[in-house]
C-alpha cells in the first residue's frame, strides 16, 4: 500500500486523491465547460438567425416595371416561401423548386438576385427588397 502525503486520502489500488480538487468534481466541470464550447460553436456554425426567429417578410420591387410582391421569411423553420432556406446574417438564399430559380438576398444591401438557368446560359435579375414592419395584431391592445 502506498504512504499517503499529508492532506491526501489514499485509494485501495494506491493512487491518492487531493481533496483541494475530487475527480469527479474536476471532470463534471470540464465536461460541462466543453459541452457549453460545443453548444455555442453550433449554434454560431448552423447560421441562426442574428434578427431573431420570428417570421417576417420582405417586400421585392423590379425597378424595371415596378412590379412588387412578398416573400415569407420563416428564420424557425429556416424557410421562404415553404422552401428549405440558407439564413445568414449576410444572406438569405433558397431555391424555388416549383418555378425553377435559385435566389439570393442580401441583407446589408437589399438585393435580391435571381437565377434562372437554361442552356443558352441562363437569366440573371436584380430585385429591390426590404423587411416589412411587422403589423401590430389587435391583441395587443
Not at 52 to 77: H, M, Q, Y
Given at each position: ?16 486523491i487531493s481533496p483541494s480538487m475530487p475527480p469527479l ?117
Amino acid at each position: 500500500m502506498a504512504i499517503a502525503a499529508q492532506g491526501e486520502a489514499p485509494l485501495a489500488d494506491g493512487k491518492r486523491i487531493s481533496p483541494s480538487m475530487p475527480p469527479l468534481v474536476t471532470t463534471v466541470t470540464i465536461g460541462m465547460s466543453i459541452a457549453a464550447v460545443v453548444a455555442l460553436a453550433l449554434g454560431t456554425a448552423t447560421g441562426s438567425d442574428p434578427a431573431g426567429v420570428e417570421s417576417t417578410t420582405l417586400r421585392c420591387t423590379n425597378p424595371f416595371s415596378g412590379a412588387t410582391w412578398d416573400v415569407a421569411i420563416d428564420p424557425g423553420k429556416r424557410t421562404v416561401d415553404s422552401f428549405p432556406a440558407d439564413i445568414t446574417g449576410k444572406s438569405i438564399e433558397w431555391r424555388d423548386s416549383v418555378h425553377g430559380g435559385r435566389y439570393e438576398f442580401d441583407r446589408i444591401s437589399g438585393e435580391l438576385t435571381v437565377v434562372y438557368a437554361s442552356s443558352m446560359g441562363g437569366t440573371f435579375l436584380t430585385d429591390q427588397c426590404r423587411f416589412v414592419p411587422q403589423a401590430v395584431s389587435q391583441r395587443d391592445f
